[in-house]
């Protein structure tokens, strides 16, 4: 799963640390709906990156299981926007994700594709080893799912920004001696994805500049 909807400006407009923010009561209602959704499946054991966000969409989708805190399973981490150039911002939010992403294009200016694969596929290999767990509910990230899912899909280190993950969506996948990539992107609140055609990097950039 990707962790339900957050805020990343506050009421003012001001932005909150990526690390500190915390579901919004859209959040709460997704997050709502998609335990609902995997209310008939037995978990063996919960993993998050141990953010807030994902920690918090865990308790409400697994509240029976104490969530693991997996650190290098952390969102692509983000630089300053103040070392971007002012005419490279929006493709900074907009095209980072397009196509079969670079490996060395940068998330805001911040941490490069690369390095995002080179913490996540060691985890994922990590837990795959473990042969003490037959179903495991991963909450994560948009950037980690789209890591995880891009090496289930290919077999190769490599990156596919157009697997959207909306919030508290849902990925299902079979682990054996191959990958099964059952479903992308399940948002139960959502089926169709009728809401919005906007993606969540088009949504961060509409909130961005709002307040420039």
Avoid: K
Wanted: glycine residues 10%; aromatic residues 8%.
């Amino acid at each position: 799963m990707r962790h339900a909807d957050v805020a990343y400006f506050d009421a003012d407009g001001r932005p909150v640390r990526p690390n500190e923010v915390s579901l919004t009561s859209a959040g709460i209602a997704q997050a709502r709906s998609a335990a609902a959704a995997l209310a008939g499946t037995r978990f063996d054991r919960v993993v998050t990156s141990g953010l807030p966000r994902t920690v918090e969409t865990a308790a409400i989708v697994a509240p029976g299981l104490d969530p693991e805190a997996w650190p290098e399973l952390r969102e692509i981490e983000p630089g300053g926007l103040g070392a971007v150039a002012d005419a490279e911002v929006e493709d900074a939010f907009l095209a980072v994700f397009a196509g079969a992403v670079p490996l060395e294009r940068r998330f805001l200016g911040g941490e490069t594709i690369g390095s995002l694969l080179d913490r996540v596929l060691p985890a994922l290999e990590r837990l795959l080893a473990d042969p003490d767990w037959d179903v495991v509910l991963a909450v994560l990230h948009g950037g980690v799912n789209r890591a995880i899912l891009s090496y289930a899909l290919s077999g190769e280190r490599i990156f596919f920004g157009g697997l959207e993950q909306a919030p508290a969506c849902i990925n299902v996948l079979d682990v054996g001696d191959d990958w099964v990539v059952r479903a992308v992107g399940l948002a139960p609140y959502d089926l169709v994805h009728a809401g919005t055609r906007q993606t969540t990097m088009e949504l961060l950039y509409e909130q961005y500049r709002g307040i420039g």
